[in-house]
T-cell receptor
Framework: GESVGLHLPTLSVQEGDNSIINCAYS??????FIWYKQESGKGPQFIIDIRSNMDKRQGQRVTVLLNKTVKHLSLQIAATQPGDSAVYFCAEKGGPSRSGGSNYKLTFGKGTLLTVNP | DTGVSQNPRHKITKRGQNVTFRCDPI?????LYWYRQTLGQGPEFLTYFQNEAQLEKSRLLSDRFSAERPKGSFSTLEIQRTEQGDSAMYLC???????????FGPGTRLTVT
């Protein structure tokens, strides 16, 4: 069935280091992926997204890589800062439904807790 | 603030009571989504609206749950006869027609005692 999972539940890095958060997905029909950051007591905050016709997308200090061959997604954060400490979720949007209509719901993984040490 | 807003932010209720949550999406967003998140887990999809039409409901949405978006703007999520297992964060998100980017509100944390 459809699932999105993360390789590592926790990641601890030193301030200034680069962070890499990994995510595996199983639905080969998924055509859109998105990374969210969630701080304690807050809703998920959009970071970056990527469509399945791309393998890399860059934002400000963040890069998402998509490897469709092995169904793997990663989020790279450059020069990690204490303010980056949070839980990071990857989410996937499935492809068209069986009826042919668009499928807009997101399926989330469990999340990775990133801790940045000063 | 022009983001998604949710009220109340916290709700404590006794088992068996009914509760209602409200979500106000970003003003020009046509789609509105409800998710539920329990501690240590990612959000789980419950239902979504396009304008006032409810287009999809998860099997998680039992018959005690009902959602409405009567005028295609704000939405309400009602839980009848609450159970302790309903304790969770209820998140609302919205998106523009034609976009897959969903923007989340701060959530309503429900505690059923």
């Amino acid at each position: 069935g459809e699932s999105v999972g993360l390789h590592l539940p926790t990641l601890s890095v030193q301030e200034g280091d680069n962070s890499i958060i990994n995510c595996a997905y199983s639905n080969s029909a998924s055509d859109y992926f998105i990374w969210y950051k969630q701080e304690s007591g807050k809703g998920p905050q959009f970071i970056i997204d990527i469509r399945s016709n791309m393998d890399k997308r860059q934002g400000q200090r963040v890069t998402v890589l998509l490897n469709k061959t092995v169904k793997h997604l990663s989020l790279q954060i450059a020069a990690t800062q204490p303010g980056d400490s949070a839980v990071y979720f990857c989410a996937e949007k499935g492809g068209p439904s069986r009826s042919g209509g668009s499928n807009y719901k997101l399926t989330f993984g469990k999340g990775t807790l990133l801790t940045v040490n000063p | 603030d022009t983001g998604v807003s949710q009220n109340p932010r916290h709700k404590i209720t006794k088992r068996g009571q009914n509760v209602t949550f409200r979500c106000d999406p970003i003003s020009e967003h046509n789609r509105l989504y409800w998710y539920r998140q329990t501690l240590g887990q990612g959000p789980e999809f419950l239902t979504y609206f396009q304008n006032e039409a409810q287009l999809e409901k998860s099997r998680l949405l039992s018959d005690r749950f009902s959602a409405e978006r009567p005028k295609g703007s704000f939405s309400t999520l009602e839980i009848q006869r609450t159970e302790q297992g309903d304790s969770a964060m209820y998140l609302c998100a919205s998106s523009l027609l034609g976009s897959y980017e969903q923007y989340f509100g701060p959530g309503t944390r429900l505690t059923v005692t």
